[in-house]
Nanobody, 130 residues
């Protein structure tokens, strides 16, 4: 199994930066795609960014493209989400997740779907103050 532990959430001012980390085991063996999702109060969980573990190809939702960066370390044990220029709409509980797709060329499209992720970490709250 993949064990995930997210950290780094907190209170941040509009326009500032915050970095979330997700420590895990099994990246590359149990899972070939990792992602960050978020859920704001009263809203559905949505994909923010996802990444293919083997080639580190990264993909983003339109709402964060150009502001957030997802990355994985060379040891394949920690996935980070660098959040720059945060906006009030970024306030949410953020979750890291890991899953597997049959063919890695499917990651770009399938990675935004929560259903493909078998493993989920506990959420970390990000609150953006104006």
């Amino acid at each position: 199994d993949v064990q995930l532990q997210a950290s780094g959430g907190g209170l941040v001012q509009v326009g500032k930066s915050l970095r979330l980390s997700c420590a895990g085991s099994g990246f590359g063996t149990e899972a070939n795609v990792v992602g960050w999702f978020r859920q704001a109060p009263g809203k559905e969980r949505e994909a923010v960014a996802w990444l293919g573990v083997s080639d580190t190809s990264a993909y983003y939702s339109d709402s964060v493209k150009g502001r957030f960066t997802i990355s994985i370390d060379s040891a394949k044990t920690t996935v980070e989400l660098q959040m720059n220029g945060v906006e009030p709409e970024d306030t949410a509980v953020y979750y890291c997740a890991a899953g597997r797709v049959i063919n890695e060329w499917l990651i770009e499209r399938a990675g935004q779907r929560a259903v493909i992720y078998k493993y989920w970490g506990k959420g970390t709250l990000v609150t953006v103050s104006s």
